[in-house]
């Protein structure tokens, strides 16, 4: 059995994956005063250019996991980046709210993994550019 037997299975996941980034990525927009307070809080520096890599991650790279495009290197940079949010803003282990945040993290760093292994699928551009070959 390959990804590519079940292509609308594979873009859906893509879909509901990339959703929270987009929707997150929608909210930092919206929101760059408290967002940047957020990350202060947490101790990381320089919480503006830490804003705008959250930003690209989250809007650019949750937009070309969507469309399928160069998806194992997407899925692996937003793995790495879902990783170091769990520790960096959900590492309280004392905090049962923190610690199901860091839990979820982890799984879905784990989901964005199979893309990395596995790729989009036939119905993303990667798959659109294999069949042109």
């Given at each position: 059995?390959?990804?590519?037997?079940?292509?609308?299975?594979?873009?859906?996941?893509?879909?509901?994956?990339?959703?929270?980034?987009?929707?997150?990525?929608?909210?930092?927009?919206?929101?760059?005063?408290?967002?940047?307070?957020?990350?202060?809080?947490?101790?990381?520096?320089?919480?503006?250019?830490?804003?705008?890599?959250?930003?690209?991650v989250e809007l650019g790279l949750g937009t070309l996991l969507?469309?399928?495009?160069?998806?194992?290197?997407?899925?692996?940079?937003?793995?790495?980046?879902?990783?170091?949010?769990?520790?960096?803003?959900?590492?309280?282990?004392?905090?049962?709210?923190?610690?199901?945040?860091?839990?979820?993290?982890?799984?879905?760093?784990?989901?964005?993994?199979?893309?990395?292994?596995?790729?989009?699928?036939?119905?993303?551009?990667?798959?659109?550019?294999?069949?042109?070959?």
């Amino acid at each position: 059995m390959t990804i590519d037997r079940y292509p609308a299975i594979s873009f859906m996941g893509r879909l509901l994956m990339c959703s929270l980034f987009l929707v997150s990525g929608i909210g930092k927009v919206a929101a760059p005063a408290a967002t940047k307070a957020y990350i202060a809080s947490a101790g990381l520096p320089l919480p503006d250019i830490a804003y705008l890599a959250a930003i690209a991650v989250e809007l650019g790279l949750g937009t070309l996991l969507l469309l399928g495009y160069r998806t194992r290197l997407v899925a692996g940079l937003m793995a790495l980046f879902t990783l170091a949010t769990a520790f960096a803003f959900h590492a309280h282990f004392d905090d049962a709210n923190q610690q199901i945040h860091f839990l979820k993290n982890l799984s879905i760093a784990g989901g964005l993994i199979q893309f990395a292994v596995w790729g989009a699928g036939a119905w993303s551009l990667d798959g659109l550019r294999a069949r042109r070959g």
